[in-house]
């Protein structure tokens, strides 16, 4: 009886800590999570359901407010206006 519950006092912890490991080293090799948070070139400002499937959406890239309709099988430019200074200003910094 002695053996069996000095198993478990070094069993438990250690399945504990391989577990913790193996969840670290998934959270560590995400594709794009490896290094951390990088600038991107693309980014989603807002989105508005619009029906069912489909949503309305705001996207900024190459300093451009692009408007853009997304349904189940397309993405159609509504829209396109260039960001204005105190936008272009933040987004640089």
């Known amino acids: 009886m002695t053996s069996y519950i000095l198993k478990l006092l070094v069993l438990i912890p ?4 391989m577990a913790f490991g193996a969840l670290w080293l ?4 995400q594709p794009g999570m490896a290094f951390g948070q990088r ?3 693309v980014k989603m400002l807002d989105a ?3 029906g069912a499937t ?3 959406a705001v996207v900024e890239f190459a300093d451009k407010q692009l408007l853009l309709a997304i349904s189940r099988g397309r993405i159609e430019l509504i829209s396109e206006a260039p960001l204005g ?3 272009v200003a933040t987004a640089r910094d």
């Not at 998934?26 to 090799?29: F, S």
Request: glycine share 4%; with cysteine; proline share 10%.
């Open 14 to 17: 250690l399945v504990c800590a």
């Open 26 to 29: 998934w959270r560590k090799a």
């Open 39 to 41: 600038d991107r070139r």
């Open 48 to 50: 508005l359901p619009v």
């Open 54 to 56: 489909g949503r309305l």
């Open 85 to 87: 200074p105190a936008a």
